[in-house]
């Protein structure tokens, strides 16, 4: 579904990734995970063509994104930033009604249809109840939830997120990514998120793409737990990760 | 619940219906008001009574309303004009205290109308009066559009739009330096004659004139009305605008391009009214409690002209410059918002 090829990003001299190439299937969550500072979301932004890498090619369904139009582009991919929209007056479903924008024509006319995916995209993340709110008096899980919705009324094949989980305790976190996995799976999309959750990222995705600067790895999540990547990478004085992780897969064998 | 319900459902509903219908009703009734009050010695009743072809001084009647219906016609199109033009500058900036004149479009114009007024005598070229009253205009418009075309320029290179932001507001700068060396140089005469023009007029637009500024302006309500799904989705910033498919700096460029048209214009003709396109919006999404700019583009232009008329009203029977009018009317909602922005932070 999503092919990198050969990819450098970086500010300036500073690079963060040299010519990093993977593949991300169809059907399937992704977690994105890395230190702070390691470019995660410089790559989400290169991934969705919110930005340019320095060097290399990001591809869709085969088609360059850099040669998209925005329209098309929109249809295609999208994205879920860290920008908290609290605006009052703002509607949830108007919110969510704006991710028929790449569909609608020039002022935004929905169709009955376009008016049913909303519904039903309010639908999926448990959030019809709260339609009728304005986005200044939602909690920052709601808000998250609203704009999840919003992407997936955008009806693309790729849907990025931005540090979905921060901000949210431990059982919303979980939800969180539970819905995202599900979508990922029942739909047939493509999801892709950063995460600090390690935990919660090996427990529900599907693969895990590991920041180890400047090189990045792609591996299915059983084999990524197998391999030493990802203590060396989050290796810490006074924390036994090697362990941490050790017990993560054996419970995670048991479960 | 069934789709079809949904129709409209947030966007407008009955609440914006009957807001519509009421500033609809006081827009006719303010007109009234204002074409039967002001300073002429002829009472509302002598007037009608005139009008209908009753009593005397007909003809006297029909001039005193032609003047009086052109210069509320030029407040209606200041109203709607700097209320379209302030909403816009607000959604783009994300910004509450955002107004039409942010990116240095009035100091521009004032720049434009100072190099006729201050800059002219300096030089030793004397004016007959219609030459002047038109040059000003003109000028104030070439200055207007030159400052926002720079800015336009420059912010090509800046992403950000708190980038674009700082360049209007230095631009802004560079030119009332530029405006007070010229008054510093000026003879007194001169001085007061631009310190009027600065201090903001409707009455003096006439008729032809009027309908010049009418023209401009609805090109510029028309650029507006383009940008209502661009700006619909600036409402969630840049970056989600650009991820659902809006090319960012075109539909910078078309509103800029709109607010020109409209706050240039009626710099131009009028001078610097301060505060109307930057309370207006708030009245507007107070009234109608709505952020979708397909409810509140329409609903800032009524209400702006309902403002507008409001203040010429008491601006004629006052007799004060309409600026100082517009800034006792516009303080106290800016104050509004303010307190209600701390409140929720």
Known sequence: MIALDDITIGYGRDILLRGASCRIEAGKATALLGRNGAGKSTLLRVMSGMAKPIAGTVSVGGRDIAAMRPRELSRTVSLVTTERVRMPNLYCRDVVALGRAPYTNWVGRMSDRDYEIVEQSLALVGMSAYARRTMDTMSDGECQRIMIARALAQDTQVIMLDEPTSFLDLPNRYELVSLLATTARE??????????????ALMLCDTVMLFDNPSLLCLPTSEMLACDRLAQVFDTRGFDMRGYLRSFAARQGRG | MNAATHHGSTTCGRRGGMAFAVLGVLLAVLLAVDLLTGDSGMSPRDLIAALSGRGE??????????????????????????????????????????????????????????????????????????????????????????????????????????????????????????????????????????SLWSMGAIGNVTAPKAVVMAVIVAAGLVLAVIS????????????????????????????????????????????????????????????????????????????????????DILAKNLVLPVNSITALMGIPVILWVIFRNLRIV
Request: hydrophobic share 55%.
């Open chain 1, 187 to 200: 739909r047939g999309k493509c999801v892709l998120f950063s995460t600090h959750e390690l935990d919660i």
């Open chain 2, 57 to 194: 001084g007909a003809p006297l009647a029909g001039t005193i309303l032609g003047i009086r219906a052109t210069r509320a016609a030029v407040a209606v199109i200041v109203g709607a004009a700097l209320s379209a033009g302030g909403l816009q500058m607000q959604t783009v900036f994300r910004n509450p205290l955002a107004d039409p004149y942010l990116l240095g479009i009035s100091s521009g114009a004032s720049l434009g109308a100072a190099l006729m007024m201050l800059g002219l005598p300096l030089l030793g070229a004397g004016l007959s009066s219609t030459a002047l009253s038109l040059g000003i205009a003109g000028a104030a418009w070439v200055g207007a559009a030159a400052v926002l075309v720079a800015v336009g320029i420059v912010s090509r290179w800046v992403k950000n739009i708190l980038g674009v932001l700082i360049i209007g507001v230095m631009f802004g700068y560079v030119a009332s330096a530029i405006i007070q060396i010229l008054q510093y140089l000026s003879s007194a005469e001169s001085l007061k004659l631009f």
């Open chain 2, 228 to 311: 209502i799904k661009p700006l619909n989705l600036l409402l969630l910033g840049e970056d989600y605008a650009r991820s659902m498919g809006l090319d960012v700096r075109r539909s910078r460029t078309l509103i800029f391009t709109s607010v020109t048209l409209l706050a240039g214009t009626t710099t131009a003709f009028c001078g610097p009214v301060g505060f109307i396109g930057l309370a207006v919006p708030h009245v507007a999404r107070m009234i109608f409690a709505n952020a979708d700019h397909r409810v509140l583009l329409p609903g800032s232009i009524v209400v702006g002209m309902d403002m507008m008329l409001v203040c």
